[in-house]
């Protein structure tokens, strides 16, 4: 079965540290690729997404994404986080020959300190 | 602009007693709709997905049932809720040919 696994569950940081979190999936298909953020109280909303071309791609917030497909990865990565980056953060897999319905990984829940 | 929204926000209902979540989206027509479950932990579940009125597919098997009476409507529902129907549940929607959804606000569901 299809399944996205994001290996880090909870991440404390400090401001201006660099941030990078895992996600791999296991579909064998051409994919599309997201990361959701949920900012405490708010909805959950896109934060970048890949469907094909470069696979280095950039979202709000300064954040980025590197598509690796020989590795069956879509890291989320920030170079400065700020205080306001608290969140919980979801990466999501489509299977292109599944039409879009979205495979969520767990969840990393990132906590910067101020 | 599109928006989307539930209600209720937040619900207590007792074992074995009847529910309903309602999800409508405004600003386009013909949308997929989506339920997932959110467990503490574990993500999100896809539970249901609907292409049209009335076309509803079911991803996991469970308590719960969804409609769709109207194009822009989605409705949960359970006649009978268990413990283990606790969460957060969360509505999107997405157009026909695109694979990004937009997430509503949510409803907390405690079964006591």
């Known amino acids: 079965a299809q399944s996205v696994s994001q290996h880090n569950h909870h991440v404390i940081l400090s401001e201006a540290a660099s941030l990078e979190l895992g996600c791999n999936y296991s579909?064998?298909?051409?994919?599309?690729l997201f990361w959701y953020v949920q900012y405490p109280g708010q909805h959950l909303q896109l934060l970048l997404k890949?469907?094909?071309?470069?696979?280095l791609v950039k979202g709000i917030k300064g954040f980025e994404a590197e598509f690796i497909k020989s590795k069956f990865s879509f890291n989320l990565r920030k170079p400065s986080v700020q205080w306001s980056d608290t969140a919980e953060y979801f990466c999501?897999?489509?299977?292109?020959?599944?039409?879009?319905?979205?495979?969520f990984g767990g969840g990393t829940r990132v906590l910067v300190k101020p | 602009s599109q928006t989307i929204h539930q209600w209720p926000a937040t619900l207590v209902q007792p074992v074995g007693s009847p529910l309903s979540l309602e999800c409508t989206v405004e600003?386009?027509?013909?949308?997929?709709l989506y339920w997932y479950r959110q467990a503490a932990g574990r993500g999100l579940q896809l539970l249901f997905y609907?292409?049209?009125?009335?076309?509803i597919s079911s991803e996991v098997p469970q308590n719960l049932s969804a409609s769709r009476p109207q194009d822009r409507q989605f409705i949960l529902s359970s006649k009978k809720l268990l413990l283990s129907d606790s969460g957060f549940y969360l509505c999107?929607?997405?157009?026909?040919?695109?694979?990004?959804?937009?997430f509503g606000p949510g409803t907390r569901l405690t079964v006591t």
């Open positions: 999107a929607w997405s157009g026909q040919a695109s694979y990004e959804q937009y």
């Open positions: 579909y064998g298909g051409t994919v599309n």
């Open positions: 890949y469907f094909s071309g470069d696979p």
């Open positions: 999501a897999v489509t299977l292109k020959a599944a039409g879009n319905k979205l495979t």
């Open positions: 600003g386009t027509s013909n949308p997929n």
């Open positions: 609907s292409v049209g009125i009335g076309q």
